[in-house]
């Protein structure tokens, strides 16, 4: 089932650079040619929310999108994604 998400790139694994990275075979399988970016789930949080987080002690909620289409660190991206066999990584149909 397709859900949308939408998150702050916080690093981004070209393909080229994909052996450089400690990636489980399964991801590594999932991703062949494409780009896996890990984002920030939500966007970019203000400054109020940094704080809270940060007195709260809440940890950031990473995800992890494979796509065909590059994004560059520091983006906002929404996707409309698959869920895939592994945890917190998803499969973009849709990039924007």
């Known amino acids: 089932m397709a859900q949308t998400v939408r998150g702050e790139v916080i690093h981004v694994v070209d393909p080229d650079d994909r052996d450089e990275f400690e990636l489980t075979e399964d991801l590594r399988t999932l991703a062949?040619?494409?780009?896996i970016l890990v984002c920030r789930e939500g966007?970019?949080?203000s400054w109020f929310e940094?704080?809270?987080?940060?007195?709260?002690?809440?940890?950031?909620?990473?995800?992890t999108i494979?796509?065909?289409?590059?994004?560059?660190?520091?983006?906002?991206?929404?996707?409309?994604?698959e869920e895939t066999g592994i945890?917190?990584?998803?499969?973009a149909t849709d990039l924007r």
């Open 32 to 35: 062949e040619s494409r780009y």
């Open 43 to 45: 966007g970019s949080p």
């Open 50 to 63: 940094r704080i809270r987080s940060f007195l709260a002690r809440t940890p950031i909620k990473a995800v």
């Open 66 to 81: 494979v796509s065909d289409t590059e994004a560059s660190e520091g983006e906002e991206v929404t996707a409309t994604v």
């Open 87 to 91: 945890p917190g990584v998803y499969e």
